[in-house]
């Protein structure tokens, strides 16, 4: 049996603390996604947000660096430390472990339908979510590095960023090992056109 960080996260309990975490940030992401949708991104405030999450402002920047990044869903782009520890060891493909590796460190949102309408709706997004992948981009390649040189680095995540981008046109998958799955069909699909 392959461990993969989500794997390796799964098995950890999930505590109350874990748990009021999770849910407000759910909150958070579910007020900013509704009234950013309604209101677009400069017609909303964070106090706006965080009085429909009925969390305080102070605790928006505990899950969100901003309105985009709450409306959209996207955590840190910071690889966690156990997922990065994982990668420098593991001793699958350096594509297919990558693949492990964002599919884990990648949030999955559980409503998928309102971000591709939000996505439609407010065309401005779609510059954040590029400055996302930008961002996480930088922060993988200091990761993969750690197993290969830089050229090869940059190629394989700007490869597997890439397979993020088309999987997230392609219908909604349920959990973190199904996207490393997804992401491996596409580098394949990516790597047949290529030949």
Not at 11 to 38: F, G, N
Not at 133 to 150: F, H, N
């Amino acid at each position: 049996m392959i461990t993969t960080p989500a794997a390796a996260t799964a098995t950890e309990p999930c505590t109350l603390r874990e748990r009021k975490k999770q849910q407000t940030r759910q909150a958070l992401h579910d007020a900013a996604l509704t009234l950013v949708s309604a209101h677009g991104l400069d017609g909303v405030t964070v106090e706006q947000i965080c009085a429909d999450a009925d969390v305080s402002p102070r605790t928006f920047f505990n899950y969100f660096s901003s309105k985009a990044h709450a409306a959209l869903g996207l955590d840190s782009v910071e690889v966690p430390e156990h997922s990065a520890v994982w990668f420098a060891e593991a001793q699958g493909g350096l594509v297919d472990d990558l693949c492990s590796l964002v599919a884990a460190t990648v949030p999955l949102s559980q409503d998928r339908r309102r971000m591709k309408e939000l996505l439609v709706l407010r065309p401005e997004m779609s510059s954040m979510v590029m400055q996302w992948m930008a961002e996480s981009r930088q922060s993988l390649l200091s990761v993969v590095g750690t197993r290969t040189d830089e050229q090869t680095a940059r190629t394989a995540v700007t490869l597997v960023m890439s397979a993020l981008s088309e999987a997230a046109h392609r219908d909604s998958v349920r959990s973190n090992d199904e996207l490393a799955v997804r992401l491996r069909a596409v580098v394949r699909e990516m790597a047949a056109l290529a030949a």
